[in-house]
């Protein structure tokens, strides 16, 4: 239940750029982050709950500003960081009861949902002498 209202909101801030990049995203984030902790989650602890995706969307919008470097995009991620970037703390271990592995490994497969999906910048347009301007 706790992961109800960081879901929707990050799901949402996700979702507004385009359908089709938040659905690889988020399918990314759930494979990639789903088949690392089923390799590395440690036994005893519940691995089940919404917690990957929600690491998963904060650092793929966290991802989005820091490639894109577009003002629209760095005011998403710094707006998301202000909302949410407090649950960063999740990734380290802490209750034996709370799967900080899919916390983590959510985290890393947004960041690789960012850089696939937004990591190519477009080409500067070249100036004289085919040099890009600065």
């Known amino acids: 239940m706790a992961n109800t ?10 979702a507004v750029r385009g359908a089709g990049r938040f659905v690889a995203a988020t399918l990314i984030i759930v494979l990639v982050g789903g088949a690392l902790v089923w390799l590395f989650g440690r036994g005893g602890s519940v691995h089940l709950g919404a917690s990957e ?7 793929y919008l966290l991802g989005v500003g820091w490639w894109e470097r577009t003002p629209v995009a760095i005011g998403v991620a710094v707006a998301a960081f202000a909302l949410y970037g407090g649950i960063l703390w999740g990734v380290l271990p802490g209750n034996p009861y709370v799967s900080w592995e899919a916390h983590l490994f959510g985290f890393l497969a947004g960041l690789l949902a960012a850089a ?12 004289q002498n085919g040099v890009p301007f600065r």
Do not use: K
């Open 5 to 14: 209202v960081p879901l929707a909101v990050l799901a949402f801030m996700g």
């Open 53 to 59: 995706l929600v690491f998963g969307f904060l650092a």
């Open 116 to 127: 696939l999906l937004h990591g190519r910048r477009p080409r500067r347009a070249a100036g």
